[in-house]
């Protein structure tokens, strides 16, 4: 990877295991970004002249205070013209940005006076772009400037941070909706806790721990992550935008831990590859579980025209659907259904406890397919898409176009119920 030396200002090439320790600089873009190019040759003088390049000196004065010698930016530390390159960086941003030792997020549309928080920090449009989800949540440390350097507050506090920070996890989490213990999710010592709880009875303060390793510090983060089901990962990012319709996808790589390459023209059917990636390495029945927007379907398998997949978060904002519970939903006295979900080129197998719909004329008209994941706030139902046969002797169904989620709940089976007006056989 390319590094900025904090001092000469100048492009550095670094490969692993020997990569320096780095700080990295995350924004939003502006006019007259300090791009490659314009630093690329050391012998041509730095592009001074650059509104961007206020804000990569800033950076640099910055991080060279907090003892860092170098710092990667994304403005200037990609060669976005090669697409081999761009498509490597892509890829890799989201284990750069966690192996980070410092994360400034600068926020050039805040002023506050003083130094003091500004009362419009959640407003900052920092926290409406796609990319700088990732780079919220990735880093182990990450720390908010305004528009003149002037520190805000810290994303989380731990051992590796003095007291007087100022944590805004809660802030941050209301800005977001990322539940506060996924931003703290980095612990510098097991003295670091949130619970009330006084470990330093069972602790010998005289001979605390050793900090965590670099393999320690990514399994935590891992371990904080893989709490979250897929449609709650979607949802965080459902109302951020990015410049380009690909990125909604791109920006996502890290935070589902998959790798695909780089097809900028191929417009939202990134996304419908990311969740193809997505369902390689996972099981995770959520990502079926969105609604569909103004009666518009999702992109599902175009070959055959079936709807399946979304064609954006968007589809999954404000998604209320948890991890599911140990067991699937199935009917009393069946036996218990496989959940794995197979992708192949045409179809998405999958176990579903199936709900028939009955028709006027007593046939199947219609079908709810119950999901394995719940409600947050009902840990006892199950959001069911709707469905309709397309070959029911080979099990074959698609989803109904502009149908959304419907909600299944335990019944009393000695009774008579309806979903939507129809009773359930």
Same mark, same amino acid.
Request: hydrophobic share 35%; aromatic share 10%; glycine share 6%.
């Given at each position: 990877?390319?590094?900025?030396?904090?001092?000469?200002?100048?492009?550095?090439?670094?490969?692993?295991?020997?990569?320096?320790?780095?700080?990295?600089?995350?924004?939003?873009?502006?006019?007259?970004?300090?791009?490659?190019?314009?630093?690329?040759?050391?012998?041509?003088?730095?592009?001074?002249?650059?509104?961007?390049?206020?804000?990569?000196?800033?950076?640099?004065?910055?991080?060279?205070?907090?003892?860092?010698?170098?710092?990667?930016?994304? %403005?200037?530390?990609?060669?976005?013209?090669?697409?081999?390159?761009?498509?490597?960086?892509?890829?890799?941003?989201?284990?750069?940005?966690?192996?980070?030792?410092?994360?400034?997020?600068?926020?050039?549309?805040?002023?506050?006076?003083?130094?003091?928080? %500004?009362?419009?920090?959640?407003?900052?449009?920092?926290?409406?772009?796609?990319?700088?989800?990732?780079?919220?949540?990735?880093?182990?440390?990450?720390?908010?400037?305004?528009?003149?350097? %002037?520190?805000?507050?810290?994303?989380?506090?731990?051992?590796?941070?003095?007291?007087?920070?100022?944590?805004?996890?809660?802030?941050?989490?209301?800005?977001?909706?990322?539940?506060?213990?996924?931003?703290?999710?980095?612990?510098?010592?097991?003295?670091?806790?949130?619970?009330?709880?006084?470990?330093?009875?069972?602790?010998?303060?005289?001979?605390?721990?050793?900090?965590?390793?670099?393999?320690?510090?990514?399994?935590?983060?891992?371990?904080?992550?893989?709490?979250?089901?897929?449609?709650?990962?979607?949802?965080?990012?459902?109302?951020?935008?990015?410049?380009?319709?690909?990125?909604?996808?791109?920006?996502?790589?890290?935070?589902?831990?998959?790798?695909?390459?780089?097809?900028?023209?191929?417009?939202?059917?990134?996304?419908?590859?990311?969740?193809?990636?997505?369902?390689?390495?996972?099981?995770?029945?959520?990502?079926?579980?969105?609604?569909?927007?103004?009666?518009?379907?999702?992109?599902?398998?175009?070959?055959?025209?079936?709807?399946?997949?979304?064609? %954006?978060?968007?589809?999954?904002?404000?998604?209320?659907?948890?991890?599911?519970?140990?067991?699937?939903?199935?009917?009393?006295?069946?036996?218990?259904?496989?959940?794995?979900?197979?992708?192949?080129?045409?179809?998405?197998?999958?176990?579903?406890?199936?709900?028939?719909?009955?028709?006027?004329?007593?046939?199947?008209?219609?079908?709810?397919?119950?999901?394995?994941?719940?409600?947050?706030?009902?840990?006892?139902?199950?959001?069911?898409?709707?469905?309709?046969?397309?070959?029911?002797?080979?099990?074959?169904?698609?989803?109904?176009?502009?149908?959304?989620?419907?909600?299944?709940?335990?019944?009393?089976?000695?009774?008579?119920?309806?979903?939507?007006?129809?009773?359930?056989?």
């Amino acid at each position: 990877m390319r590094l900025l030396n904090t001092s000469t200002l100048r492009l550095e090439s670094f490969f692993d295991p020997y990569v320096p320790r780095y700080a990295i600089l995350s924004h939003t873009w502006e006019d007259e970004e300090v791009l490659f190019e314009d630093i690329r040759d050391a012998r041509e003088p730095l592009p001074v002249h650059k509104k961007g390049f206020t804000k990569v000196q800033g950076s640099c004065r910055q991080a060279r205070q907090d003892g860092f010698g170098y710092i990667w930016i994304d %403005s200037c530390c990609i060669d976005k013209s090669s697409s081999a390159e761009l498509s490597e960086a892509i890829n890799s941003m989201f284990q750069w940005y966690h192996k980070s030792r410092r994360r400034y997020a600068y926020l050039v549309d805040i002023n506050a006076p003083a130094g003091e928080r %500004s009362v419009s920090f959640r407003q900052s449009r920092w926290f409406t772009r796609g990319w700088t989800l990732q780079e919220l949540i990735a880093p182990r440390d990450v720390r908010f400037y305004d528009h003149n350097w %002037s520190f805000l507050g810290i994303r989380q506090t731990s051992g590796d941070n003095p007291g007087t920070l100022e944590d805004m996890a809660d802030e941050i989490s209301n800005a977001t909706t990322i539940p506060v213990n996924l931003l703290r999710w980095y612990r510098s010592s097991p003295w670091h806790s949130d619970s009330d709880s006084d470990d330093s009875a069972v602790l010998d303060a005289s001979h605390p721990p050793a900090p965590p390793t670099e393999e320690e510090v990514t399994s935590q983060l891992t371990k904080a992550l893989r709490v979250f089901s897929v449609a709650q990962k979607m949802s965080w990012a459902a109302k951020r935008r990015t410049t380009r319709l690909e990125d909604e996808a791109y920006c996502l790589l890290g935070l589902f831990d998959v790798n695909m390459p780089m097809l900028y023209g191929e417009g939202d059917r990134a996304f419908f590859r990311l969740q193809q990636e997505i369902l390689k390495v996972s099981d995770d029945q959520s990502i079926l579980a969105f609604d569909h927007r103004s009666g518009y379907g999702g992109r599902g398998f175009p070959e055959e025209g079936i709807t399946l997949l979304a064609d %954006s978060p968007k589809y999954f904002v404000d998604s209320q659907f948890e991890r599911p519970p140990l067991y699937p939903p199935s009917w009393p006295g069946e036996p218990s259904i496989e959940t794995e979900l197979l992708l192949s080129s045409r179809f998405l197998e999958i176990g579903l406890c199936l709900c028939p719909l009955m028709s006027d004329d007593g046939l199947d008209a219609e079908y709810l397919g119950i999901l394995r994941c719940v409600y947050r706030d009902d840990f006892m139902s199950h959001p069911a898409i709707p469905l309709q046969a397309v070959d029911r002797n080979k099990m074959i169904f698609q989803r109904i176009r502009g149908r959304d989620l419907r909600k299944i709940s335990p019944l009393d089976l000695d009774s008579q119920h309806e979903i939507n007006g129809k009773p359930i056989r």
